[in-house]
């Protein structure tokens, strides 16, 4: 009879203690890890140094100026500003506001600014205000506000010529 030797492999399964398990789990850490650093964009939502929490009122001929958009514009040289922190507030039934930056967080980054006001159509059954274009336009608006660290209340009185306020039901 012949003999045949047979050899064993000496093959065996990786222990999860050894050199190349530990290899393999540090790789894929840090391709998981740098997937993680957004490739170096910065992040959609940066917060300013400061922003500042104002409120206020509107009122068109002591009335309060109801649903209307309230936009505050930087100033440049007189100007508006092709760039710089806007901020943003609606006005509710009794013409009060709060500021938001463009990125939606409460508040305002201090500086100079122009103010433009945008009535919106009220809910059916409600008075439309007709505000006087002036007040409407970057160009026009006579509206200008300085807000500072420590404000924390604008309240804006505007007035229309005769002609030009209706109520209609």
């Known amino acids: 009879m012949i003999q045949t030797s047979t ?3 000496s093959w ?5 203690s050894s050199t190349w398990w530990r290899i ?11 997937g993680c650093l957004g490739c170096g964009q910065p992040p959609i939502h940066t ?11 509107v009122t068109l001929d002591n009335q309060p100026l109801k649903r209307a958009s ?21 006005t509710d039934a009794f013409g009060e506001f709060r500021l938001q930056d463009e990125s ?23 008075a439309t205000q007709t505000l006087d274009n002036d007040y409407q336009s ?11 660290a420590d404000t924390e209340r604008l309240d804006f009185q505007l007035t229309n010529p005769a002609s030009a306020f209706r109520i209609e039901i």
Do not use: D
Request: charged share 15%; with cysteine.
């Open 47 to 57: 917060t300013p140094a400061i922003l500042v929490q104002v409120a206020g009122r």
């Open 70 to 90: 309230v936009l505050f514009l930087p100033i440049e040289s007189g100007s508006p500003a092709e760039s710089g922190s806007r901020a943003r507030g609606m």
């Open 104 to 126: 939606e967080l409460a508040g305002i980054v201090p500086g100079e600014y122009l103010i433009v006001f945008q009535p919106l159509p009220l809910l059916a059954g409600g």
């Open 24 to 34: 393999r789990r540090l790789v894929v850490a840090a391709a998981c890890f740098s």
């Open 138 to 148: 970057p160009e026009t608006t006579p509206v200008h506000a300085t807000v500072s």
């Open 7 to 9: 050899t064993i492999s």
């Open 12 to 16: 065996r399964p990786l222990s999860r």
